[in-house]
């Protein structure tokens, strides 16, 4: 049996883009699949009118006779196949409704992680970098000692939020690693 793994890196070492490409695509795909519903709705909306105009023309037929229990059956039939396909119109719908919101959930997730994450620890990192060089420039000109544990307090509070989003971001990497994992299955 061969493996996913061993035949996919080629010699220009393009998987890496194939799998990207197969998580961004995610958002693309969640839009064909509600226009390909969407067009199904419209189909089953255009039936229900055509079998409720059938049943009309149904319902003139003339009652006298031998046909006119066929007639009936025709009527009540066209009636019902109509109401059918018409609620299945409205269910797709629906769906419509809840793959849309599905699709937008998920970008907005990932754009929520990706900007929070790609932005705040930079930040971070240079808000410690100055706090560092602040406290350093306070132990050279030999300031008193409340300012120094001011610094070194700040110093700390900028090293433990650096600490926060150095996890933050490896969790979110952690994440995009187990969706990279997911789409290569």
Not at 97 to 109: A, S
Request: charged share 30%; glycine share 4%; hydrophobic share 35%.
């Amino acid at each position: 049996m061969s493996y996913f793994g061993e035949h996919f890196w080629g010699e220009k070492n393009h998987g890496f883009e194939v799998l990207y490409h197969s998580v961004k695509q995610g958002p693309i795909s969640t839009k064909e699949l509600a226009d390909f519903i969407r067009e199904r709705a419209t189909i089953e909306e255009t039936y229900s009118k055509a079998m409720a105009k059938l049943s009309k023309l149904a319902s003139n037929g003339t009652p006298m006779g031998t046909f006119a229990p066929l007639w009936e059956v025709f009527r009540v039939s066209s009636d019902k196949l109509a109401l059918c396909h018409l609620e299945l119109t409205r269910k797709l719908q629906d769906l419509i409704k809840d793959v849309l919101r599905y699709g937008e959930e998920q970008l907005k997730t990932h754009k929520k992680v990706l900007s929070g994450v790609s932005q705040l620890l930079p930040k971070s990192r240079e808000n410690y970098l100055n706090r560092c060089m602040d406290q350093e420039r306070l132990r050279r000109e030999s300031t008193s000692q409340k300012e120094m544990d001011k610094a070194e307090t700040k110093t700390k509070k900028a090293a433990e939020s650096l600490r926060r989003s150095v996890e933050k971001y490896n969790s979110a990497r952690a994440d995009f690693e187990q969706k990279m994992l997911d789409s290569a299955l």
